[in-house]
């Protein structure tokens, strides 16, 4: 049985509104998204200020550590509490929940994190992104599960449920979007969790977050995102278990490699009825075959 | 009389061809951006590895130092070497040249960097960008040219250049670009540099950089960028002396907030003859005045 994480639930606004003015001179009233400073606290250390949209900033905190592999399960999560008076989230380890001892101390970690945060990877992002320096080291260990399959049927009930979801962008653009769609079951094709923010890494991060939390497997998922398809975004997809990598954009070199290296079945400019499989063609099935050469 | 810094020339090849297949199931061949690890190293020391298209590298890792405040002046650099057989950069400081010494051990920095290192701020970008810190800090000290005057003209002829100009965008997509232009002189209106990269932020810092090898000053210059307008472009953006900002994307409230704080001129949401300013509307001409009520 897991052990279930107390968490706050401390959303920001996610829009306000500023007045522009037009070409032609006249006032227009405009949405604009939200983008807060969230600092990161484990056992009382502080690792990081995220600049987000603040959507969900438990789930991103958990996102954050899993992805950056400050901690290894979500069993090691006590609490994760987010307090919008100080920017910040406290998130308590288990460890010292239970003994007062924090996490730090009791594994003797910090000599590991100090030589992960002295070679740090600044990632593609949009901008410089860190990661502590190994995620590459640790591509090669990743299994997908060798059976799991996505029809082209699946893929259009994605893009299409995608396109019709209320979402932020719509109203002020400047996000990105992520999407964890189910691939098995009566949900099959269906959105589990859709989150925004600023930042297309957090949004990523914030639904690595929400799995642990909630328990679910990645195996039989799909992932959706509005952001380009870099080496990073490969790395989590892979990290989250995920077979199926979908995006409304294009790829980059690195991020190519990667899939075809890990076995992902990655597809990029999904727009419409529109897509270009580019990698892990043995895990998709067609509705029909082509009959053009 | 500036210093000159001593720069290879080793962009790497941008794009790649790789074989995709369609919703027909047909072949295509598809351009995608190239994507590279590049360690920098100033004076021996590692810093980070930051994910790039490569096209500008020595551009970028000068940028990357100036935006960071790692480095103060460009006369502080003597040479800058691209080495793509083991993906990295080296950063030579005039003090090592001259002296012997590292900048390092010179300047007795190394405490006050592990102090900013330790309260790494990781920004917007797409993703999690790092920043030292510090940059909130400085907002409040920078001063934009008051006289500085941006005409409808003008912001015309930037956003129809930047359209017309050639671009990996346009083969690959997967990248931001970001340009620099004159806003005085017989080149009013044109491109000065253009620069694109897989992460925005890395664009940004390419053209910080290639303005302080060129000696450039940012007071009679427009920056536009396709990327959004989050608090850490704008406050790139101030931090290269620039008064005037546009996007073809959107922006977020803390980039509002800043830019209106700055005295920014920002402008988003450029696209053909539409436009809509958000701050320092002082400092912007129309054209003509609207009858528009």
């Known amino acids: 049985m897991r052990n279930t994480i107390e968490v ?24 604009i998204a939200g983008e807060h400073a969230l600092t990161l606290y484990l056992d009382k250390r502080e690792l990081v200020t995220l600049m987000t949209l603040g959507a969900a900033p438990e789930s991103l905190a958990i996102g954050y550590l899993r992805n950056q592999r400050i901690v290894r399960s979500a069993d090691e999560l006590a609490a994760v509490q987010v307090d919008w008076d100080v920017d910040s989230v406290a998130i308590t380890s288990r460890t010292l929940q239970q003994t007062g001892i924090t996490i730090w101390e009791q594994r003797d970690r910090q000599q590991e994190l100090e030589r992960k945060m002295g070679r740090r990877t600044v990632t593609t992002g949009c901008g410089q992104g860190t ?22 049927e699946v893929l259009y009930s994605v893009m299409d449920r995608v396109r ?20 098995s079951g009566e949900q099959r094709g269906e959105i589990l969790n859709f989150v925004e923010d600023v930042g297309r890494h957090n949004a990523v991060d914030a639904i690595a977050g929400w799995m642990w ?61 529109h897509y270009l499989l580019f990698s892990g063609a043995e895990r998709f099935v067609r509705l029909q075959t082509s009959t053009i050469a």
Chains 1, 2 share one sequence.
């Open 131 to 152: 990661v502590f320096g190994d995620l590459m080291d640790e591509i090669d260990t990743i299994q997908l599960p060798a059976s799991a399959m996505l029809s082209e």
């Open 213 to 273: 939390q909630q328990g679910v497997d990645g195996a039989d998922k799909i992932f959706y995102t509005t952001g380009r398809l870099t080496s990073e975004m490969v790395i989590k997809c892979a990290q989250m278990g995920i077979p199926f990598l979908l995006s409304r954009s294009g790829l980059t070199h690195m991020g190519h490699q990667i899939a075809t290296r890990i076995g992902i079945t990655m597809i990029g400019r999904c727009q419409g009825k």
């Open 164 to 183: 019709r979801h209320e979402s932020i962008y719509k109203v002020a653009g400047a996000v990105h979007g992520c999407a964890l769609c189910a691939n």
């Open 8 to 31: 706050t639930h401390a959303a920001r606004p996610v829009t306000y509104t500023v007045d522009a003015s037009n070409e032609r001179g006249e006032t227009v009233p405009t949405a």
